[in-house]
């Protein structure tokens, strides 16, 4: 076996005096909330828009809670807000086909299966979508629904970034 000793990306940055910025280090977190309800018959693709994040923030973390809704898995993931025309980005970004049927209080879906995965921790929407540069944007994240609604309930979300 081989010692290794393993650098992120701050600490290489920091070692090649490049400025890494203050969403890998010492940056300020924020922190966005937002609800929906959902009701028994909303079909498949139904969409629910919980926060918006810009483009240059990096994800500390996304939590999802709801009442359990019968039948009720969605997709968690990334669309371009509204007011620029709510194209999907990244439908799976966070989760993919991830069940609310049971009550969830703060389930983190940060790293829950779907594009990003714990590689992007480091990492700014746009850089772990695999953007050139930053496109200087707001994305809305939103549940999708993956099949009909079951139930009514609420699904919440609360998510902590910096920029």
Request: charged share 20%; hydrophobic share 40%.
């Amino acid at each position: 076996m081989a010692l290794v000793i393993g650098k992120s990306k701050h600490i290489t940055d920091r070692d090649n005096n490049v400025l890494s910025g203050a969403s890998r280090q010492g940056g300020l977190v924020r922190n966005g909330a937002g609800a929906c309800e959902v009701a028994t018959g909303d079909s498949a693709d139904s969409r629910f828009l919980l926060l918006t994040v810009p483009s240059n923030a990096r994800i500390i973390s996304l939590l999802l809670s709801s009442d359990g809704i019968a039948g009720v898995t969605g997709d968690v993931g990334l669309y371009e807000a509204t007011q620029d025309g709510a194209k999907e980005v990244d439908r799976t970004f966070f989760a993919a086909a991830f069940a609310m049927t049971g009550a969830l209080d703060r389930e983190d879906v940060t790293y829950a299966g779907g594009t990003n995965d714990i590689a992007n921790s480091e990492k700014m929407i746009w850089e772990a979508l695999g953007l050139e540069k930053d496109p200087q944007k707001f994305y809305d994240i939103a549940v999708t629904l993956t099949g009909a609604s079951g139930g009514d309930g609420t699904i919440a979300g609360q998510v902590n970034f910096v920029i």
